[in-house]
């Protein structure tokens, strides 16, 4: 009999819509009553065409965004009665996010761009860069940890942002399109890498994407359309 696992992060009853207002007002429904379960050790996936919701619901998970109906809760705390700052604190503690443009920072070194995401959180220097060395090791660039971002190929830039996600061993890691902006070879790098961090480390993913064939290969895939999410 398999254990029981625990559930990390749950989405009830989720709407969310945007208002716009000018020569006349409308309002855009995007997210109608989207409910989800993301239980510790999972990789799941959400594909979809654009437009159709995935990325605003990612945001809604992690806390960057709050919806206009409905809960979230990290483990059985409910992060909508949060005020923004307990908000922030708890987000940048639990949660790791990677999105498809890296946004590195080209003065610095990837070491540096690492580590920055720990100093920023109050971290000392000596202790953000062994944190940093830490995680780069785990994404495979141990010997690239001086080299600007500039001298990085595409898929060595988003390995560095994957590290920058992994610095504070978040419970949650949010990946959106993380290999669309890649060209192949680059991007069947970082699906490798994220399935074995998946693997070797337990490290729990949700990634939205519109490649089927790496969806496929998740615990769970869902498909968003026209704001509703189905087993998929």
Same mark, same amino acid.
């Given at each position: 009999?398999?254990?029981?696992?625990?559930?990390?992060?749950?989405?009830?009853?989720?709407?969310?819509?945007?208002?716009?207002?000018?020569?006349?007002?409308? %309002?855009?429904?995007?997210?109608? =009553? $989207? &409910?989800? %379960?993301? !239980? %510790?050790?999972?990789?799941? =996936?959400?594909?979809?065409?654009?437009?159709?919701?995935?990325?605003?619901?990612? /945001?809604?998970?992690?806390?960057?965004?709050?919806?206009?109906?409905?809960?979230? #809760?990290?483990?059985?705390?409910?992060?909508?009665?949060?005020? &923004? $700052?307990?908000?922030?604190?708890?987000? *940048?503690?639990?949660?790791?996010?990677? #999105?498809?443009?890296?946004?590195?920072?080209?003065? #610095?070194?990837?070491?540096?761009?690492?580590?920055?995401?720990?100093?920023?959180?109050?971290?000392?220097?000596?202790?953000? %860069?062994?944190?940093? #060395?830490?995680?780069?090791?785990?994404?495979?660039?141990?010997?690239?940890? !001086? /080299?600007?971002?500039?001298?990085?190929?595409?898929?060595?830039? +988003?390995?560095?942002?994957?590290?920058?996600?992994?610095? *504070?061993?978040?419970?949650?890691?949010?990946?959106?399109?993380?290999?669309?902006?890649? &060209?192949?070879?680059?991007? +069947?790098?970082?699906?490798?890498?994220?399935?074995?961090? *998946?693997?070797?480390?337990?490290?729990?993913?949700? $990634?939205?994407?519109?490649?089927?064939?790496?969806?496929?290969?998740?615990?769970?895939? !869902?498909?968003?359309?026209?704001?509703?999410? +189905?087993?998929?």
């Amino acid at each position: 009999m398999q254990p029981a696992r625990n559930i990390l992060a749950r989405c009830v009853n989720i709407h969310k819509s945007f208002f716009f207002t000018g020569i006349s007002e409308r %309002e855009i429904h995007v997210l109608k =009553g $989207v &409910d989800l %379960e993301i !239980y %510790e050790g999972d990789i799941v =996936g959400i594909v979809g065409a654009s437009g159709a919701g995935k990325s605003t619901l990612l /945001h809604i998970l992690g806390g960057l965004d709050r919806p206009t109906e409905g809960k979230v #809760f990290w483990n059985r705390d409910d992060i909508s009665r949060l005020d &923004d $700052v307990s908000l922030a604190r708890l987000r *940048n503690a639990q949660v790791g996010f990677i #999105f498809q443009f890296h946004h590195l920072l080209p003065e #610095f070194t990837a070491l540096e761009n690492v580590a920055l995401a720990a100093m920023i959180g109050g971290v000392g220097k000596k202790e953000a %860069e062994r944190k940093a #060395f830490d995680a780069l090791t785990r994404v495979g660039l141990s010997d690239r940890l !001086y /080299h600007m971002p500039s001298e990085l190929s595409g898929g060595e830039q +988003q390995r560095v942002a994957v590290a920058r996600a992994l610095l *504070n061993s978040p419970k949650l890691v949010l990946a959106d399109e993380p290999t669309g902006n890649l &060209d192949s070879a680059n991007a +069947q790098q970082i699906q490798e890498l994220v399935l074995d961090l *998946n693997k070797n480390t337990g490290q729990t993913f949700v $990634v939205v994407t519109h490649n089927e064939a790496l969806a496929s290969r998740f615990h769970r895939t !869902y498909r968003m359309a026209d704001g509703v999410l +189905q087993p998929g």
